[in-house]
């Protein structure tokens, strides 16, 4: 199952890129660890809600990064 989700992609190279952990990103989305290994690894489909909340995420580290 491929994902072509922008959101998606970009939160994947922003954890490897930048170390950002796994169970903080999670804790954030207020998912487990396990359920966000299994989106990253391609395993589950972004719901809309995660996908809205992987997207302010994203703003937000971007925001931080700067």
């Known amino acids: 199952m491929a ?3 922008r959101n998606y992609m970009e939160l994947k190279d ?3 890129r930048h170390g950002i952990k796994q169970s903080w990103i999670a804790t954030k989305l207020g ?3 396990a359920y966000l ?3 990253l ?3 589950r ?3 809309e809600k995660i996908e809205n909340d992987f ?3 994203i703003d937000h580290i971007k925001g931080e990064r700067r």
């Open 37 to 39: 290994s299994l989106i």
């Open 45 to 47: 489909r972004l719901t």
């Open 3 to 5: 994902f072509k989700n």
């Open 14 to 16: 922003l954890i490897e």
């Open 41 to 43: 690894n391609e395993k």
């Open 55 to 57: 997207s302010q995420l």
């Open 31 to 33: 998912i487990s660890s």
